[in-house]
């Protein structure tokens, strides 16, 4: 190349993700350097207000590739949403990328891949985990727990109702989705969706869970405290745990999530 080294810099490119008949949105966050990179997949919440794009630009600064994918339905996306579909939508973006083409393109390590999900976004990398043992590195941030939902419908009325408007208010956002749709989900798979039910299958994994202390979404003692002592039980060698003084987002710890990310990457994966 005429004595000139190639460069390559950090890069924001939009990938097309096929799944199922339809096409995902991706934001692919491209870190310096010819790799290729370790690669985080980075799953967001219901309904995706929050995307977690500040927390990838930072990882990508630090030499990380950082796709964030929107789901079937969600944030420009084609097709309906439904969370069948976004655990699929989650499978079809790792077969994606681990395209030798894909991988090459976007300088992906095909052996180095994480999920990172937060709320909705954490039920997910934990049930996807399960069902694909290449996945070793998992965090789920506030991650949702729609098997315990479900169980907490069912012994009180009035939590029904709760958790109904919280999906009346996410299925504005969303494509094809309504409040009835997701319930009748949620229940047909109230066991399978338990990641208390689940959690043991994972004992062997590398595992980072976070919480806040001041979660009125996803209160800690109800979903994350019970998740810990599981997978402490099941002998999860490998599970990091940490709680901020913070809300359901983090609003005031970004920085701090993100250099807890980063410190537990550099560690696990």
């Not at 798979?189 to 994972?202: R, S, V």
Request: charged fraction near 25%; glycine fraction near 8%; proline fraction near 3%.
């Amino acid at each position: 190349m005429s004595g000139i080294e190639q460069k390559y810099i950090r890069n924001l490119a939009e990938l097309r993700i096929p799944s199922g008949k339809d096409i995902m949105v991706g934001r692919m966050h491209i870190a310096e350097g010819k790799g290729p990179h370790p690669t985080i997949v980075m799953l967001h919440g219901f309904p995706g207000v929050m995307m977690n794009l500040d927390i990838a630009a930072d990882l990508q600064h630090n030499g990380w590739n950082v796709l964030v994918i929107s789901y079937r339905g969600a944030w420009g996306s084609k097709g309906c949403f439904s969370f069948s579909n976004a655990l699929e939508d989650v499978r079809s973006t790792l077969e994606y990328i681990k395209r030798e083409e894909v991988a090459d393109t976007n300088r992906i390590d095909r052996e180095r891949v994480a999920l990172v999900g937060h709320s909705f976004g954490g039920f997910l990398a934990l049930l996807t985990a399960v069902q694909d043992p290449s996945i070793k590195v998992i965090a789920s941030l506030s991650g949702a727990n729609f098997g315990l939902f479900a169980n907490m419908a069912e012994q009180n009325p009035d939590m029904e109702s709760q958790f109904r408007g919280i999906l009346d208010d996410g299925c504005f956002f969303l494509n094809g989705c309504t409040a009835d749709i997701i319930i009748v989900e949620v229940m047909k798979n109230k066991d399978d969706w338990n990641t208390f039910i689940i959690a043991p299958a994972l004992a062997d994994r590398r595992i980072l869970l976070t919480a806040t202390t001041d979660d009125e979404e996803l209160p800690k003692e109800h979903f994350h405290d019970p998740l810990v002592q599981i997978l402490e039980h099941a002998d999860a060698k490998n599970l990091s745990h940490e709680v901020f003084e913070s809300n359901h987002n983090y609003t005031n710890k970004r920085k701090e999530l993100g250099q807890l990310l980063d410190r537990w990457l550099e560690e696990n994966l």
